[in-house]
C-alpha cells in the first residue's frame, strides 16, 4: 500500500488531498498561489494542526517566490495566521519558515522557505512514527481504542498522532478493535479515520459521539486515544469539539485517557487551556447535515470546533520525545528541555 501524503510539494505548487471529497473522491489540488491555500485552510480542505502547519509553510514557500518577496511574505504571514486560530502549529510553522526566508540574500528567501517548510514536513513524519511506537507501548495486550475526530495521517503528513498509535499498536498485535466517534458537526471520523483505519486492514466501528459512555459503561472500551491542536504549559488540551466529554466518560469509568502530540503543539507560554482560542465556526456546520439543513427554518446554533480537557483528565501526554504524566507543569518543559543544545 502506497503512503498517505495529506500535503506536498510538486514543481512550484502545493499538493492537498481534498479531505472535503474524502472518502467518495481522492482528489489532489494543485495550489500556485498563496491566497488560494489560505481558503483551503480555512475551508478544511486541508485540517488536522500538523498538517495545517505544513501547509502553511508551503504558503509562504509560494509568498517568497513572488515578485516582491518580502512584501508577499509579511501578507501571507498575516493571511495564513487568521485562518483558523486553535491550532498551534500554524503560528510555530510560520513563525520557523519566516525567519528563515529572511535569514539571508531576498533573492533566496524562497529557496531557504521551500528548505525549512520541506524540513517541517519531514520533521513531522519523524515525530509520527516516534510517537507511533512510545504510544503502543502504553496500549494494553489485544485492546479495543476509540478515538475521536482524526489525528491520522491526513491531520498530519503522513502517518498520524493518535492514529499512529493504534496503527502501530495494531502492527504489534496489541489492537483488537478501534470505536471511530463520527465526530459532529464535520464527521472527520465517519469520513476521515473509518477511511484511514481501513486501508489499514484495522478491525473498526463508526458509533454517533454520544455512545461512548454506553460502550464504556458495558467494559468495551480499554482506552482512549486522542489528538491535541494545542496543549497548554499545565498539561490542559484544546482539541476536536465533544474530546472534553470524552475524557470526564474515561474518567468515570477508570478508561486511561492519552494525548499524542508532537512537541510542536504544545505552547508553554501559555500557564492553562482557559487561555487558548477556541474556533467558532459557521453555524450551518450544526444545521446542516452534508448540506441539507435539519433545523427549522429561523432557528440559530453555536459552533465550537474545540473544547479544553483539564490536565486531570489526562492519564499521559505522548510525544516524540517521550511520554508525559502528571505534574505536567514539570514533566513537559523537561521534555522540550531536554532536547536543547
Ligand atoms: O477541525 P480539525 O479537523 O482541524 O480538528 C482536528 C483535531 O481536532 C485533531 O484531533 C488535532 O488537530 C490533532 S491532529 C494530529
Known amino acids: 500500500m502506497e503512503d498517505l501524503r495529506a500535503v506536498g510539494w510538486r514543481d512550484g505548487r502545493v499538493m492537498l488531498l481534498d479531505q472535503t471529497l474524502l472518502p467518495h473522491e481522492e482528489r489532489y489540488l ?6 488560494e491555500l489560505a481558503e483551503a485552510i480555512r475551508g478544511m480542505k486541508v485540517r488536522g494542526a500538523p498538517a495545517i502547519g505544513i501547509a502553511a509553510a508551503f504558503g509562504l514557500a509560494l509568498a517568497a517566490g513572488g515578485d516582491d518577496p518580502l512584501r508577499e511574505l ?10 483558523r486560530p486553535t491550532a498551534v502549529n500554524l503560528f510555530w510553522a510560520l513563525r520557523r519558515v519566516r525567519e528563515a526566508a529572511l535569514a539571508g540574500e531576498a533573492g ?15 520533521e513531522q513524519d519523524e515525530a509520527d512514527r516516534a510517537i507511533g511506537e512510545l504510544g503502543a507501548r502504553m496500549l494494553p495486550e489485544g485492546c479495543k481504542v476509540l478515538t475521536h475526530c482524526n489525528a491520522g495521517g491526513l491531520a498530519t503528513y503522513s502517518y498520524g498522532t493518535a492514529l499512529g498509535v493504534i496503527k502501530t499498536g495494531f502492527r504489534r498485535g496489541k489492537v483488537r478493535f478501534v470505536w471511530v466517534d463520527e465526530t ?12 484511514e483505519l481501513r486501508r489499514e486492514g484495522i478491525d ?3 458509533i ?26 499545565n498539561g490542559d488540551t484544546a482539541n476536536k469539539i465533544g474530546t472534553y466529554t470524552l475524557a470526564v466518560l474515561a474518567h468515570r469509568h477508570g478508561v486511561p485517557f492519552y ?15 482557559s487561555a487558548i482560542p477556541i474556533e467558532e465556526r459557521d453555524p450551518r456546520e450544526v444545521l446542516e447535515v452534508g448540506g441539507v439543513r435539519v433545523a427549522p427554518p429561523g432557528v440559530e446554533a453555536r459552533n ?12 499521559a501526554v505522548i510525544t516524540e520525545r517521550g511520554v508525559a504524566g502528571p505534574p505536567y507543569e514539570a514533566s513537559l518543559r523537561e521534555l522540550v528541555h531536554s532536547g536543547a543544545g
Open 30 to 35: 494543485e495550489i500556485a498561489d498563496w491566497r
Open 74 to 83: 509579511d501578507r501571507a504571514y498575516e493571511e495564513l495566521s487568521a485562518t
Open 108 to 122: 533566496e528567501a524562497a529557496r531557504r522557505a521551500l528548505e525549512e517548510a520541506m524540513a517541517i514536513a519531514r
Open 184 to 195: 459532529r458537526p464535520l464527521l472527520q471520523g465517519s469520513r476521515l479515520t473509518a477511511w
Open 204 to 206: 473498526m466501528a463508526v
Open 208 to 233: 454517533c459521539d454520544n455512545m461512548a459512555g454506553h460502550l464504556m459503561s458495558r467494559g468495551e472500551v480499554d482506552v482512549v486515544v486522542t489528538g491535541a491542536d494545542r496543549v497548554a504549559a
Open 259 to 273: 494525548v499524542a502530540a508532537p512537541l510542536s503543539s504544545l505552547d508553554l507560554d501559555l500557564p492553562e487551556g
Open 304 to 315: 465550537f470546533a474545540f473544547d479544553v480537557t483539564p490536565a486531570g483528565l489526562i492519564t
